[in-house]
């Protein structure tokens, strides 16, 4: 059963305009989320993350929303940009679990100039 | 900078060989994960290990082994490689201790793409 849930395979956005991912969660227990971005041929890097106790956090042209009554976090990139093509994870942990992340399957992203 | 390391970034093995993917992180971290990364499926965890000589299964251990002589160090075993092993292998680490305290990222290596013929 899929705990965490990214229903957009991919998406298309032209530069400069807004790319918004989505991300849904079953698991209520779960308290911190996190985004992560991945090239090709490289190794994830950690781009911003959210406690369960905000709703909105932001980092530069990154911001994160999460709405924890709906069980949905969503990863806004205003303006968006050719080099931010890449697919995007969705991760999610509690208190407790040892740092076990448990990821979405990705949303692979397309920016076009 | 947080530096993880993986031995390899390619490697072709024939069906039935014994593999062993290194991983080497130099931050002093306390947990460290191994997982594979198909299309379609994201990042499914096989092995992480919260201590020295501590292992616990993840989502997918079946086929594989871990060992953690070292703290910094975390190598994944395929016992007898087989075509559906064939994936991008990934290892991360993470500051956070057993007891569940401390950051929740996770710091990645640059993954292994192992193909199994």
């Known amino acids: 059963d899929q705990q965490v849930k990214q229903n957009s395979p991919s998406l298309s956005v032209q530069e400069g305009r807004i790319s918004i991912l989505n991300c849904d969660y079953t698991?209520?227990?779960?308290?911190?989320f996190l985004w992560y971005k991945k090239y090709p041929a490289e190794g994830p890097t950690f781009l911003i993350s959210?406690?369960?106790?905000?709703d909105k956090n932001e980092d530069g042209r990154f911001t994160v929303f999460l709405n924890k009554s709906a069980k949905h976090l969503s990863l806004h990139i205003v303006p968006s940009q050719p080099g931010d093509s890449a697919v995007y994870f969705c991760?999610?942990?509690?208190?407790?679990?040892?740092?076990?992340?448990?990821f979405g399957k990705g949303t692979k992203l397309s920016v076009k100039p | 900078d947080v530096k993880v390391t993986q031995s390899s970034r390619y490697l072709v093995k024939r069906t039935g060989e014994k593999v062993f993917l290194e991983c080497v992180q130099d931050?002093?971290?306390?947990?460290m994960f191994w997982y594979r990364q198909d299309p379609g499926l994201g990042l499914r965890l096989i092995y992480f290990?919260?201590?020295?000589?501590?292992?616990e299964k993840g989502d997918i251990p079946e086929g594989y082994s871990v060992s953690r002589e070292k703290k910094e160090r975390f190598s994944l075993i395929l016992e007898s490689a087989s075509t559906n092993q064939t994936s991008m292998y990934l290892c991360?680490?993470?500051?956070?201790?057993?007891?569940?305290?401390?950051?929740?990222?996770?710091?990645f290596g640059p993954g292994t793409r192992l193909t199994v013929l």
């Open positions: 991360a680490s993470s500051l956070m201790g057993w007891r569940g305290t401390g950051p929740h990222e996770q710091f």
């Open positions: 698991n209520s227990m779960f308290d911190y």
């Open positions: 959210i406690s369960s106790i905000k």
């Open positions: 991760a999610a942990t509690r208190g407790g679990s040892q740092g076990n992340l448990i």
């Open positions: 931050m002093d971290h306390e947990n």
């Open positions: 290990s919260y201590d020295v000589k501590m292992k």
